[in-house]
């Protein structure tokens, strides 16, 4: 008897050890498991006539109700068999998944993607990118003339515009019962937890930074919004802010769980359409504009497809039908007097085609250099609480 | 045979040496030829105890046995976590070259570790908190239900702990999403909450804030507890379904009172079921940070998020894994010391 029981002791102490080493095991496995999945990233299209496009979500015109899509018109239109994905979530996720690849001179597998500004600025300086064929394109010149040679890229021969807009404050007005005007109602006590901010740094802190009166343009210290982030940190910790959020900020705008987030112009209009209740507006104090611009990871193969697709999407005709879709602002010539034919009504939105009163309330970010935008990211991320 | 008999001795050195292999191959010790040298001595390692083994005679193949039967186990273990919590613990002493580098120079930096206490602290009380009293709370749920499947259930036993299970058939982050539905501020359970108007009664109990239930930590809170409940419920079930009844007859035979009956009897002989279940819910639930993304607030971030943060978003993988080791070594310290008051030594 006394000897069973010995035995019993020993298996009571392994099956104990044996959950030491699994729960090691599990954190372990937590860990490794991202890492792995970004190594396992890459992989190899096939040259020649195809073309693989990784885009922002519900940011090109699809097939649908009887219209033909962008997509399709290009395949048809130049014989190439293009990829179309919306993989595009986030600017920092995404340099993460692709910087262990990029960094090791190791190419991705879509031949274009489209960063924003700062984002594709950062890959071009960091030489990530390959200079686009724009000797191939005869519709070069439609290209606005304030994105010739912008910041980003000041020779200009990285990157093209895919579309731009503003940030702005979009709300629920059955939410909020009154109008918002201005970056100062985000801060509003009537309003706490009902505040959704984005996690583009630059989007939610332009906003913020604006409304202290400070010029985003010609930022170049990291002490001069310093007052703006503890702005948000304390109205952080207040408990104002339900959630900082990428582009799902859209779902809990609708659900009324937000009374008002910093939000995209385009979005938010796409929206309006079906919801009444939602609207953008242009803070008094000022929006921030910025464009997402088209950029060859280094390595690209299809070459020639990118520059019938840069092409493609640079006739104002073909830019229309986008535009009319996603209700950005548009980086090509003539676009307006196309849609005008489309849609007369949207051609006259200062929201897609500012007027000068709204054009005068947006500002562009200053181009930071590397070590301001890092606290500038620093001290964003540590707020932002994750 | 001088080989047969030392045979013991190679089979041990063997696992060691093949065990060192691959440790040294998954957490990447050198680089191009060497490797190819690394795989060469474990193969030859692992040929060499099958030719003794082969030519040993039956004497040297029961003294290989017990190591031949431990291989697999060890050598996967060597592979799949000594390995990475090397590198784990390497990245975490680490330095980046630049800050968009990927490679990593091993420093020492101890500082890693003090930007994972000074910079997380509170993601690390928060995760520990919640999931500790998400584990109680899922005892204080899941032990009632198990009491009465197991010893109440009759014929419908299978049916009952099929309907435990059935939720969990769906994926955990649509479960979880759900939930954010569920509780969203035009909802249905705020809605009732506001028609009865027992809002203030739910603020002032600190399960609503401001008016809303969603994003709030009681959501975080209930999200694990749901999210791990069968974790807790099962094996509770096991350990209860085992008991004899007529332990319980006994005790009242010999004048127990029902609660007593329970107390001594019943409840002590479920506790390795409490325990394994506690093990399994706390442990995950602490890394956990679906449930704080999707049901919480900036204000309620685990450490779950901040590790997933820093690998995923800001490319800190030293600072990551310096969390990540954090995290592990407190969940293994408090294990233990739970192991040592409550994992009694009659479990069995």
Same mark, same amino acid.
């Given at each position: 008897m006394k000897k069973r029981n010995n035995i019993n002791q020993q298996r009571a102490g392994l099956s104990r050890r044996e959950f030491l080493i699994r729960s090691g095991a599990l954190g372990?496995a937590g860990?490794?498991?991202?890492?792995?999945?970004?190594?396992?990233?890459?992989?190899?299209?096939?040259?020649?006539?195809?073309?693989?496009?990784?885009?922002?979500?519900?940011?090109?015109?699809?097939?649908?109700?009887?219209?033909?899509?962008?997509?399709?018109?290009?395949?048809?239109?130049?014989?190439?068999?293009?990829?179309?994905?919306?993989?595009?979530?986030?600017?920092?996720?995404?340099?993460?998944?692709?910087?262990?690849?990029?960094?090791?001179?190791?190419?991705?597998?879509?031949?274009?993607?489209?960063?924003?500004?700062?984002?594709?600025?950062?890959?071009?300086?960091?030489?990530?990118?390959?200079?686009?064929?724009?000797?191939?394109?005869?519709?070069?010149?439609?290209?606005?003339?304030?994105?010739?040679?912008?910041?980003?890229?000041?020779?200009?021969?990285?990157?093209?515009?895919?579309?731009?807009?503003?940030?702005?404050?979009?709300?629920?007005?059955?939410?909020?019962?009154?109008?918002?005007?201005?970056?100062?109602?985000?801060?509003?006590?009537?309003?706490?937890?009902?505040?959704?901010?984005?996690?583009?740094?630059?989007?939610?802190?332009?906003?913020?930074?604006?409304?202290?009166?400070? *010029?985003? %343009? $010609?930022? @170049?210290?990291?002490?001069?919004? /310093?007052?703006?982030?503890?702005?948000?940190?304390?109205?952080? =910790? !207040?408990?104002?802010?339900?959630?900082?959020?990428?582009?799902?900020?859209?779902?809990?705008?609708?659900?009324?769980?937000?009374?008002?987030?910093?939000?995209?112009?385009?979005?938010?209009?796409?929206?309006?359409?079906?919801?009444?209740?939602?609207?953008?507006?242009?803070?008094?104090?000022?929006?921030?504009?910025?464009?997402?611009?088209?950029?060859?990871?280094?390595?690209?193969?299809?070459?020639?497809?990118?520059?019938?697709?840069?092409?493609?999407?640079?006739?104002?005709?073909?830019?229309?039908?986008?535009?009319?879709?996603?209700?950005?602002?548009?980086?090509?010539?003539?676009?307006?007097?196309?849609?005008?034919?489309?849609?007369?009504?949207?051609?006259?939105?200062?929201?897609?085609?500012? *007027?000068? %009163? $709204?054009? @005068?309330?947006?500002?562009?970010? /200053?181009?930071?250099?590397?070590?301001?935008?890092?606290?500038? =990211? !620093?001290?964003?991320?540590?707020?932002?609480?994750? | 045979?001088?080989?047969?008999?030392?045979?013991?001795?190679?089979?041990?050195?063997?696992?060691?040496?093949?065990?060192?292999?691959?440790?040294?191959?998954?957490?990447?010790?050198?680089?191009?030829?060497?490797?190819?040298?690394?795989?060469?001595?474990?193969?030859?390692?692992?040929?060499?105890?099958?030719?003794?083994?082969?030519?040993?005679?039956?004497?040297?193949?029961?003294?290989?046995a017990p190591?031949?039967l431990m291989?697999p186990g060890l050598?996967w273990m060597?592979?799949?976590f000594?390995?990475?919590?090397?590198?784990?613990?390497?990245?975490?002493?680490?330095?980046?070259?630049?800050?968009?580098?990927?490679?990593?120079?091993?420093?020492?930096?101890?500082?890693?570790?003090?930007?994972?206490?000074?910079?997380?602290?509170?993601?690390?009380?928060?995760a520990f908190l919640y999931s500790a009293i998400a584990t109680v709370l899922t005892i204080a749920i899941g032990y009632p239900v198990a009491y009465v499947i197991a010893f109440r259930g009759g014929r419908f036993k299978n049916i009952l702990l099929g309907l435990v299970v059935i939720p969990f058939f769906t994926s955990y982050l649509i479960r979880t999403i759900a939930w954010?539905?569920i509780l969203?501020?035009?909802?249905p359970i705020?809605?009732v909450l506001?028609?009865f108007?027992l809002?203030?009664v739910f603020?002032?109990l600190q399960i609503?804030?401001?008016?809303?239930l969603?994003?709030?930590p009681a959501a975080v809170i209930g999200g694990l507890t749901y999210n791990f409940l069968p974790f807790m419920l099962l094996p509770i079930y096991v350990s209860l379904e085992k008991i004899d009844p007529n332990l319980v007859n006994a005790a009242m035979d010999l004048y127990s009172s029902p609660t007593e009956a329970f107390r001594k009897v019943v409840f002590p002989l479920s506790m390795p079921g409490v325990f394994a279940g506690t093990l399994l819910t706390f442990i995950p639930a602490a890394g956990d940070?679906v449930n704080a993304?999707?049901l919480?607030?900036?204000?309620?971030?685990m450490?779950g998020?901040?590790?997933?943060?820093?690998?995923?978003?800001?490319?800190?993988?030293?600072?990551?894994?310096?969390?990540?080791?954090?995290l592990m070594?407190g969940i293994t310290a408090l294990v233990l010391i739970y192991t040592r008051f409550f994992g009694t030594e009659e479990l069995a």
């Amino acid at each position: 008897m006394k000897k069973r029981n010995n035995i019993n002791q020993q298996r009571a102490g392994l099956s104990r050890r044996e959950f030491l080493i699994r729960s090691g095991a599990l954190g372990v496995a937590g860990v490794s498991l991202p890492a792995l999945l970004a190594a396992c990233g890459g992989g190899s299209s096939g040259g020649g006539n195809s073309l693989f496009f990784d885009n922002w979500p519900l940011y090109i015109d699809p097939s649908e109700d009887g219209a033909v899509g962008t997509v399709e018109r290009f395949n048809a239109a130049s014989g190439v068999e293009m990829t179309y994905t919306e993989a595009y979530n986030d600017n920092d996720e995404y340099f993460a998944k692709i910087q262990p690849l990029l960094g090791a001179g190791q190419r991705i597998e879509p031949d274009l993607i489209a960063p924003t500004f700062w984002m594709a600025g950062r890959l071009i300086s960091l030489g990530w990118v390959d200079k686009l064929p724009l000797g191939q394109m005869s519709n070069l010149g439609n290209l606005e003339d304030n994105y010739v040679k912008p910041p980003w890229d000041p020779t200009g021969e990285f990157s093209l515009p895919w579309q731009a807009g503003t940030a702005g404050i979009a709300y629920n007005i059955d939410v909020t019962g009154r109008e918002i005007k201005s970056t100062a109602d985000l801060f509003d006590p009537a309003f706490k937890g009902k505040i959704g901010m984005l996690t583009e740094m630059r989007d939610t802190m332009g906003l913020i930074l604006m409304s202290q009166g400070v *010029d985003i %343009a $010609t930022i @170049s210290s990291f002490d001069q919004a /310093a007052a703006s982030f503890d702005l948000l940190a304390k109205a952080k =910790a !207040d408990g104002q802010i339900r959630a900082f959020t990428g582009n799902d900020y859209i779902d809990d705008l609708v659900s009324g769980n937000y009374a008002a987030c910093v939000g995209w112009s385009g979005d938010v209009l796409q929206l309006g359409k079906d919801s009444p209740n939602i609207r953008f507006v242009v803070p008094e104090e000022g929006g921030t504009l910025w464009a997402d611009v088209m950029v060859m990871p280094k390595g690209t193969e299809n070459v020639d497809a990118v520059a019938k697709w840069l092409d493609f999407v640079y006739d104002p005709v073909e830019a229309a039908q986008i535009t009319a879709y996603v209700q950005y602002f548009s980086p090509v010539k003539g676009v307006r007097e196309e849609v005008a034919k489309i849609d007369p009504e949207l051609a006259e939105n200062p929201l897609v085609f500012p *007027d000068t %009163a $709204t054009a @005068s309330r947006l500002k562009s970010w /200053a181009n930071l250099s590397e070590d301001v935008d890092a606290q500038f =990211a !620093d001290a964003f991320s540590g707020i932002t609480g994750a | 045979m001088m080989l047969a008999k030392r045979a013991d001795g190679f089979g041990l050195g063997a696992i060691a040496v093949a065990s060192v292999c691959l440790v040294a191959l998954g957490a990447g010790w050198f680089d191009g030829p060497l490797n190819a040298l690394v795989v060469l001595v474990l193969v030859s390692v692992v040929l060499g105890v099958a030719l003794i083994a082969a030519v040993g005679g039956p004497e040297a193949r029961r003294l290989l046995a017990p190591y031949g039967l431990m291989k697999p186990g060890l050598l996967w273990m060597a592979l799949f976590f000594l390995a990475p919590v090397w590198s784990l613990v390497r990245i975490s002493l680490s330095t980046k070259e630049s800050r968009f580098s990927v490679q990593y120079d091993f420093t020492w930096a101890f500082e890693n570790y003090t930007r994972a206490f000074s910079d997380f602290g509170g993601q690390f009380q928060r995760a520990f908190l919640y999931s500790a009293i998400a584990t109680v709370l899922t005892i204080a749920i899941g032990y009632p239900v198990a009491y009465v499947i197991a010893f109440r259930g009759g014929r419908f036993k299978n049916i009952l702990l099929g309907l435990v299970v059935i939720p969990f058939f769906t994926s955990y982050l649509i479960r979880t999403i759900a939930w954010s539905t569920i509780l969203a501020d035009q909802g249905p359970i705020v809605s009732v909450l506001r028609t009865f108007g027992l809002v203030g009664v739910f603020e002032f109990l600190q399960i609503m804030e401001n008016g809303k239930l969603l994003n709030t930590p009681a959501a975080v809170i209930g999200g694990l507890t749901y999210n791990f409940l069968p974790f807790m419920l099962l094996p509770i079930y096991v350990s209860l379904e085992k008991i004899d009844p007529n332990l319980v007859n006994a005790a009242m035979d010999l004048y127990s009172s029902p609660t007593e009956a329970f107390r001594k009897v019943v409840f002590p002989l479920s506790m390795p079921g409490v325990f394994a279940g506690t093990l399994l819910t706390f442990i995950p639930a602490a890394g956990d940070f679906v449930n704080a993304q999707f049901l919480g607030n900036p204000n309620t971030t685990m450490i779950g998020n901040s590790i997933q943060d820093q690998f995923l978003r800001q490319n800190n993988y030293p600072v990551a894994s310096a969390m990540s080791t954090v995290l592990m070594v407190g969940i293994t310290a408090l294990v233990l010391i739970y192991t040592r008051f409550f994992g009694t030594e009659e479990l069995a």
